[in-house]
Structure formats: structure tokens, C-alpha cells
């Protein structure tokens, strides 16, 4: 169901949006910075760094059912920028699941780092 942050406006986010937003953002940031990343930054780096960093802060404010439906909608939208260089066109499922596990891997390397629980 979605839910409205525009007061008494009519317009409503769905969690699904929020995370296309969040993904836009952060591939903004990565791929457009204001200020331009120094040369021997991964970029691949930075979109997990920054995707970790969503993935442990929304479900913190928006909840779980919330987050689940935004992250999942983020990650997709970073995969298929990462997998064919386009947000739009979805790359294969088993490189999906590779990077699903390339990704996780990381996150649990972040976490262990940074000892969050």
C-alpha cells in the first residue's frame, strides 16, 4: 500500500519508488559527482559501499516491509547499471545471483570492519 508524503496532496510513493529514487541518487553519485572522485577510486566500490549503506540505514527508518520492497527495487536498478550499463535492461539471472554473492560477500567484509550488528 502506498503511502503518502506529500501531506494532502494526492500523489503517494510506493516503497518500490523510494528505492529507484535511492538507486538514482547513488548512481549520480557515482557516475556524475559533483565533485570528481580521485582517478584510482573503483567505482564498482563505491556503488556497494553506498548500497551497504542504504541497506543497513532504511530498514531502520522506514521498517522492514518497507525496506524490503525499496532495497530490493535499489539493487536491481544499481545490478542492472553494473551488468549492462543501462538501469533498464536487466542482466542475466545467473549473473544477478553472482553479484548477489559478490555483493554480499562484501557487505559481510564492511560489516566485520566496521563491527555492525
Given at each position: 500500500?502506498?503511502?503518502?508524503?506529500?501531506?494532502d496532496r494526492k500523489e503517494s510513493v510506493t516503497?518500490?519508488?523510494?528505492?529507484?529514487?535511492?538507486?538514482?541518487?547513488?548512481?549520480?553519485?557515482?557516475?556524475?559527482?559533483?565533485?570528481?572522485?580521485?582517478?584510482?577510486?573503483?567505482?564498482?566500490?563505491?556503488?556497494?559501499?553506498?548500497?551497504?549503506?542504504?541497506?543497513?540505514?532504511?530498514?531502520?527508518?522506514?521498517g522492514q516491509a518497507v525496506a524490503d520492497k525499496a532495497l530490493?527495487?535499489?539493487?536491481?536498478?544499481?545490478?542492472?547499471?553494473?551488468?549492462?550499463?543501462?538501469?533498464?535492461?536487466?542482466?542475466?539471472?545467473?549473473?544477478?545471483?553472482?553479484?548477489?554473492?559478490?555483493?554480499?560477500?562484501?557487505?559481510?567484509?564492511?560489516?566485520?570492519?566496521?563491527?555492525?550488528?
Amino acid at each position: 500500500m502506498p503511502w503518502n508524503i506529500f501531506g494532502d496532496r494526492k500523489e503517494s510513493v510506493t516503497p518500490e519508488h523510494l528505492g529507484r529514487m535511492m538507486a538514482d541518487q547513488i548512481l549520480k553519485e557515482v557516475f556524475q559527482p559533483a565533485k570528481p572522485l580521485p582517478v584510482a577510486d573503483n567505482k564498482v566500490e563505491w556503488l556497494l559501499i553506498k548500497t551497504f549503506i542504504m541497506t543497513n540505514v532504511v530498514p531502520r527508518v522506514f521498517g522492514q516491509a518497507v525496506a524490503d520492497k525499496a532495497l530490493r527495487a535499489l539493487h536491481q536498478q544499481v545490478w542492472n547499471v553494473l551488468l549492462t550499463g543501462d538501469a533498464s535492461r536487466e542482466g542475466s539471472r545467473d549473473d544477478v545471483t553472482e553479484l548477489n554473492a559478490k555483493a554480499g560477500l562484501r557487505y559481510r567484509e564492511i560489516t566485520t570492519r566496521l563491527e555492525i550488528s
